[in-house]
Every structure is written in C-alpha cells, then in structure tokens.
C-alpha cells in the first residue's frame, strides 16, 4: 500500500531553518505530482507548495513565497520542503501528498494520499 512518511519537523525560533522531508513507497513516486500542506490550530488545511513529477515546475502560496523551496529526488522517492526564515504564524502540522494526475494543482481534494504529518513550532 502507499505510505508518505514525513520527518524533520520540530521547535526552532523565529528566523531559523527547517527542512522536512517525506518518503514515499507503494507507488512509482516519479509519477506523481506532489504537495505540502499546513493545518494550524483551530484552522482549516491549507496548501504550502507543489511539485510536478520531473521537478521543472513549482507553486507556492503567497504566504511562503520567497522562504520556503520545494524539491524532489526521484531516485529516493523523496519529496522535501526547505524552510527559511520561519515565522510563528508558520506553527503548523505540516503534511505531504500525492496526487494520482498529470497536472500540478493546489486543491486538497485532488491528492489521492497522506502523509500523517509532522509538527511544526516557531517560537517568537
């Protein structure tokens, strides 16, 4: 079965660096597009950065724009989000997903798999 397996989450303070990384198995990761996704306290899921499958093309939300890189290593089946210049309204789980598709999207509804998440925190 599919699995996203997401790491590298954790506490740092306002300003500092993380880089998450999702591992993926059960499925032939160079075919699909992926994302990342946050979901704050009390707030609904919202949508970070995506990935086409080859890596050439990128989105982000505007809130990220600037501070945080999307990447890809098909080889490890591997998707990653480096995050610079963190924020406290960055305070998030943040999750990975795949999308079964063609196209680049950033709906929650077209992903087709999930990752359970890991946990965000900036300190101000």
């Known amino acids: 079965q599919v699995q996203l397996v997401e790491s590298g989450g954790g506490l740092v303070q306002a300003g500092g660096s993380l880089r998450l990384s999702c591992a993926a198995s059960?499925?032939?990761?160079?075919?699909?597009?992926m994302a990342w996704f946050r979901q704050a306290p009390g707030k609904e899921r919202e949508f970070v950065s995506t990935?086409?499958?080859?890596?050439?093309?990128?989105y982000y939300a505007n809130s990220v724009k600037g501070r945080f890189t999307i990447s890809r290593d098909n080889a490890k089946n591997t998707v990653y989000l480096q995050m610079n210049s963190l924020k406290p309204e960055d305070t998030a789980v943040y999750y990975c997903?795949?999308?079964?598709?063609?196209?680049?999207?950033?709906?929650?509804?077209?992903?087709?798999?999930w990752g359970q998440g890991t946990q965000v925190t900036v300190s101000s």
């Open positions: 059960g499925l032939t990761f160079s075919n699909y597009p």
């Open positions: 997903a795949a999308r079964m598709g063609i196209m680049i999207t950033i709906g929650s509804e077209n992903y087709n798999f």
């Open positions: 990935i086409s499958r080859d890596g050439d093309i990128k």
